[in-house]
């Protein structure tokens, strides 16, 4: 079982920056893809951006191409979102997520994923 705890989360006027976190318990960390999604208010959750085992190969949603990056440091069991340039739109609740199965590539399909964080909130000021 892995647990996955994320934070970096609050308050920031547009145009700010934030860094998530989740760190990760386990011993396989190194092992899993691993996934940031997020859920705004009346709307589904949706793909945000994932990165496989070794952080080679990552993948954005279009929303934050060039604005967000997704990291991780498998020392410390951490993956990590950094988000620039935030608007008003980026506001939800972020997860973090990890795919045991095929840590060679990313997904950006929630179902693929076997364990979730509790998730962090974000807020983009206008």
């Known amino acids: 079982q892995v647990q996955l705890v994320e934070s970096g989360g609050g308050l920031v006027q547009a145009g700010g920056s934030l860094r998530l976190s989740c760190a990760a318990s386990g011993r396989t960390f190194s092992s899993y893809a691993m996934g940031w999604f997020r859920q705004a208010p009346g709307k589904e959750r949706e793909f945000v951006a994932a990165l496989n085992w070794s952080g080679g190969s990552t993948a954005y949603a279009d929303s934050v191409k060039g604005r967000f990056t997704i990291s991780r440091d498998n020392a410390k069991n951490t993956v990590y979102l950094q988000m620039n340039s935030l608007k008003p739109e980026d506001t939800a609740v972020y997860y973090c997520?990890?795919?045991?199965?095929?840590?060679?590539?990313?997904?950006?399909?929630?179902?693929?994923?076997?364990?979730w964080g509790q998730g962090t909130q974000v807020t983009v000021s206008s």
């Open positions: 997520a990890a795919d045991r199965a095929a840590g060679w590539k990313t997904s950006a399909f929630p179902h693929e994923y076997d364990y």
